[in-house]
């Protein structure tokens, strides 16, 4: 005698693996309030160029200063740094700080609170 398994058992199956090895998207959270400061300037969607601002979207690990239609300041291309959520965070409080001499007209979150909400949220947006 042959078990097969039930149609419920085998989609269980799938999505169980799938969600163990991270292959079910996750959709990012809603962006906190502070964060319209930064739409202001800057696209946050996958397929979206830049604006003002180079796309934010998957910033988590990559290169500062690396999107390739984006015209950087030297100080921001000599940082290079991958983005963390901590070093986005002391960006986003105190960018001239941070990155000394980066051309972004900003001059940072209200506080470290706000500061850090937005980089976590930035870096759930990813594909």
Known sequence: MTLVPSPRTLL????????ATGALAQTPAAPPADFAV?????ESTAKAGP???PN???IGGRKAGSVADY???PAMKTYGAAWTADNLAAF???PAKAVPNNKMDYGGASDAAAAK????YLMTLKG
């Open 12 to 19: 269980f199956t799938a999505a169980t693996a799938a969600f």
């Open 71 to 73: 015209d950087y300041s």
């Open 56 to 58: 934010l979207f998957a």
């Open 92 to 94: 986003i409080l105190d």
């Open 117 to 120: 909400a937005i980089a976590d």
């Open 38 to 42: 930064c739409s202001a300037c800057h």
């Open 51 to 53: 604006s003002l601002g």
